[in-house]
T-cell receptor, first 110, second 114 residues
Framework: GQQLNQSPQSMFIQEGEDVSMNCTSS?????WLWYKQDPGEGPVLLIA?????ELTSNGRLTAQFGITRKDSFLNISASIPSDVGIYFCAVNNAGNMLTFGGGTRLMVKP | EPEVTQTPSHQVTQMGQEVILRCVPI?????FYWYRQILGQKVEFLVSFYNNEISEKSEIFDDQFSVERPDGSNFTLKIRSTKLEDSAMYFC????????????FGPGTRLTVT
């Protein structure tokens, strides 16, 4: 099946720093999504991307859909303690099924 | 803000027993999904449901699994004879028809099979 490779697997940063993570695939996809999961909770949709090259923001979060349609990145500016969690990229595959990446675990030191 | 709800939050069952996990999707959504997440691993698709029938399922969703929308609000996942390897978080999600891939997830049910 499709593999989404997320990097880094984990990051430990200082509060106030900017964060960047990405997701790559060997296949082309038409939709990229970014979710955040807090411990013991379900994934929460952050940003959805529909067009190659598209850059979309949601508050301090910015995500881009790569021109090749094989990658996407997520940036978080001026991180705060509540940004802690696992960030997953996901792609819409055939039909409505979502395929998720392995996640980037973000830890923020106050 | 409308949200997907799931019950119970935690279910412990013995191997071989049947379990039913319940979900109430967002009220105006028409597509419903189940995903699972084994501890420490990524979220995996199980099944999607639309217009009272399964529209897609993964190879994980074998004959031990079934889904049902018994009334206008609930959406259930039944595991007929649980195995140890069914232990995981099970997430229900729902989406509106357009765009159907913006899926909203519930808080999950932690299933522990002993």
């Amino acid at each position: 099946g499709q593999q989404l490779n997320q990097s880094p697997q984990s990051m430990f940063i200082q509060e106030g720093e900017d964060v960047s993570m990405n997701c790559t695939s060997s296949s082309i996809f038409n939709t990229w999504l970014w979710y955040k999961q807090d411990p013991g909770e379900g994934p929460v949709l952050l940003i959805a991307l529909y067009k190659a090259g598209e850059l979309t923001s949601n508050g301090r979060l910015t995500a881009q859909f790569g021109i090749t349609r094989k990658d996407s990145f997520l940036n978080i500016s001026a991180s705060i303690p509540s940004d802690v969690g696992i960030y997953f990229c996901a792609v819409n595959n055939a039909g409505n099924m979502l395929t998720f990446g392995g996640g980037t675990r973000l830890m923020v030191k106050p | 803000e409308p949200e997907v709800t799931q019950t119970p939050s935690h279910q412990v069952t013995q191997m071989g027993q049947e379990v039913i996990l319940r979900c109430v999707p967002i009220s105006n959504h028409l597509y419903f999904y189940w995903y699972r997440q084994i501890l420490g691993q990524k979220v995996e698709f199980l099944v999607s449901f639309y217009n009272n029938e399964i529209s897609e399922k993964s190879e994980i969703f074998d004959d031990q699994f079934s889904v049902e929308r018994p009334d206008g609000s609930n959406f259930t996942l039944k595991i007929r004879s649980t195995k140890l390897e069914d232990s995981a978080m099970y997430f229900c999600a729902s989406s509106s028809p357009m765009p159907s891939y913006e899926q909203y997830f519930g808080p999950g049910t932690r299933l522990t099979v002993t």
